[in-house]
């Protein structure tokens, strides 16, 4: 079968390739730590895993809204408005089976041909992939473990150009646990919003944060109405 040149310019997430290694050494006998894949080490609490056997037995498998179940929508609505501090209506939330989606649609929708996207790297492989396979120009932020793995901003604003058409922002950052605070938000915000560079800010570690205050793009000024929020169920358990 031929496929399409593209297929070519498509990574994979490398976690998984080092996952299905290291479950073959496991499956041969060796004792395996796995700091490979991120998700929590425990299964779905008993009451998730009730819920959603309860749902099924209700009836809940047919075609939904292509948008999310409305009351899901809302239910995230709230706690985005809570947790970040900014008015968010259900009718901008998007539910997609795992947050990867999002970065697909995301890309696909904003980057042609050609087009730049500045994103962190070492960074969650996907961006990378994804803004290679629309054909648009990948244009990486080194992390430096000297600056604590977080955006070098004079080069950052050296690298946006007439041509980019995106900014990824991820903090806490996979794989680096590098955060940006405040101040360094506040500067990437300032540049996106003077140049009106949409954002797309993976939030999907917020909750790995164990010193000092988790703070969301969104909030800084021009940022809530050009930003794409990526927030997830796969990482944590807890509702705060
Ligand atoms: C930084 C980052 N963003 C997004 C995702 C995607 O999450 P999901 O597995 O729910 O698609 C991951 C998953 O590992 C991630 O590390």
Known sequence: ?????RMARLGTESAFEVLAR???LERAGREIVHLEIGEPDF???AHIKEAAKRALDAGATHYGPSAGLPELREAIAKHVAETRGVPVSPDEVVVTPGAKPIMFFT???LVGEGDEVVYPNPGFPIYESVISFVGGVPVPIPLLEARGFGFDLDLFERRVSERTR????NSPENPTGGVLDRGQLERIAAVAAARGIPVLADEIYRQFLYEGE????TGFPGMRERTILLDGFSKF????
């Open 214 to 217: 988790f703070v969301s793009i």
């Open 22 to 24: 290291a479950k073959a």
């Open 43 to 45: 299964d779905t609490p």
């Open 237 to 240: 358990s807890r509702s705060t």
């Open 107 to 109: 890309i696909l929708a």
């Open 166 to 169: 995106l900014i990824i922002v």
């Open 1 to 5: 079968m031929n496929v399409a040149a």
